[in-house]
């Protein structure tokens, strides 16, 4: 685990509220001994299976106006759009993980943690970069991804980016994945009935995996937890933040 915290604020997850919205990240340092100490163990095969958090490519992100974040009431630092004061910079993760590969008695270092591509598609001087880094050397077969839906009214009640932010994340892994030389597959999460979700976009969601020959071995239905905005979404049928009522599934 390199950092705790996540500044997405997305509706359905809690993350943020027992963990922090504020990025927490360990060091450099810190993370390599880590490493070091676990290639160096007993039984060690050669695979750390994760190098990650909340959002694995998040680490050392946080706001850089001291300012701006005591007067922030924004729930999202992303959304709807990479807040101007969050710094976006993921050259110094990518020189993290090519410190890891080096570690002695390090064969294969994979992120098994969700990765936001949102994040590293805003990240004009490193984002393809990272991608590319990631792609090519830290999935072990298999990425998990979570575009959570494809109809925009309820990505935009989730707080999650458009579904052409994703299919554009398709296009540049299968491009990595082929530079590579490796079959390599992603494993795109969905939720179904949450909160501004209609049956219209269940069939939607059901033609967009039909079309794509997907087909889920994992279902999330949207089931409400405590101290999410999606909760507060489920139990009165209006979003607080504009006081419109939102289409909710209750059974």
Known sequence: QILRGCAAGCAFCCITEHQGRDVASRSEASILREVARLAASDGFKGTVTDLGGATANMWRMGCTSAEAHALCRRPSCVHPKVCRFFAVDHGPLVDLYEKARKV?????????????????????????RYVKALVMHHVSGQLKVAPEHVCEPVLWTMKKPGIESFERFRRD?????????KEQYLVPYFISSHPGATLEHAVRLMEYLVANRWKPQQIQDFMPTPMTLATDIYWTGLHPSTGEPVPVVRD
């Open 173 to 181: 892994f299968a491009r990595f994945s082929r530079e590579a030389g």
């Open 104 to 128: 002695k008695g390090v064969k294969h270092l994979f992120v098994g943690s969700g990765v936001r591509y949102d994040l590293a598609q805003a990240d004009r001087k490193n984002g393809e």
